[in-house]
């Protein structure tokens, strides 16, 4: 299959670059375009007031590379628009660095914005994202998004799981359907690591900003979130407790039902 891979994470980040190795070593023509830098919490943003620069770059994949100075959503839009000879297949979206599990965090998502963005284009879209325990996530962020030895390999995991899922979950998604599908693996993430079927978390997420400073700025202040869900069906955080794959459909065609 012909894939485009996203992120919102950056074109450096190792977590798209393992997900890109996966994809090419299952046989798969893959193609990338990413931020130049990182678009977390852009959700579904386009750039509107200045203009969106594009090159192609080389970071050691093998495949064809461009770089965009924009959000997810712009890199999809332009690569599916500007940069591909022919529209993928689907548009991969990830490994995000952390999970984008929840309503109050599929919202913000910029990962599953770039995903989204392939569902209008007409295209199946496919969000992927690295549950990490907040230590774990902390020691990426202090090294400057660089992982240590162990943790790529648990990526390479994930990033095979991924690479089995996208096909199949393309396949079956009828085109112009307006569906995404939200994939979170747990940490750690083992080969036989169970798929559920999952329903976001109804979480809400107040005071996310620290009071103004003496300077008059606010500061986000990070946390998961209250989490408000029933018993069942099951949540994606509840799946990713229990160690399992969460494997939430996203179905735009159904927001006004009851």
Request: aromatic share 6%.
């Amino acid at each position: 299959m012909r894939f485009l891979v996203t992120n919102d994470d950056g074109i450096e980040s190792v977590f798209l670059h393992e997900l890109a190795r996966a994809l090419i070593a299952a046989g798969h023509d893959t193609f990338v375009a990413a931020p130049r830098s990182e678009q977390s919490w852009t959700s579904a943003s386009k750039t509107r007031h200045s203009r969106v620069h594009s090159c192609e770059v080389d970071v050691g994949l093998g495949c064809p590379c461009w770089s965009v100075d924009g959000t997810p959503s712009d890199c999809v839009n332009i690569a599916i628009d500007h940069l591909m000879e022919h529209a993928p297949d689907a548009v991969l979206s990830g490994i995000n660095i952390g999970l984008n599990a929840s309503l109050g965090f599929i919202l913000g998502s910029g990962t599953v914005a770039g995903a989204c963005e392939g569902a209008l284009h007409g295209i199946p879209g496919i969000s992927l994202s690295q549950c990490l325990p907040p230590s774990v996530y902390d020691g990426i962020k202090d090294a400057g998004d660089r992982s240590a030895p162990a943790l790529i390999e648990q990526l390479k995991i994930s990033a095979a799981h991924a690479a089995a899922l996208a096909p199949d979950l393309a396949s079956r998604t009828p085109p112009r359907s307006f569906v995404v599908h939200n994939v979170n693996f747990p940490y750690p993430c083992a080969s036989g690591s169970q798929l559920r079927r999952t329903v976001p978390a109804r979480t809400i997420l107040p005071g996310l900003f620290s009071p103004r400073d003496a300077d008059g700025t606010h500061k986000l202040v990070f946390w998961t979130g209250e989490d408000l869900s029933p018993e069942s069906p099951m949540t994606d955080r509840a799946a990713l407790d229990a160690g399992f794959i969460s494997h939430t459909v996203l179905d735009f065609t159904k927001l006004g039902s009851i």
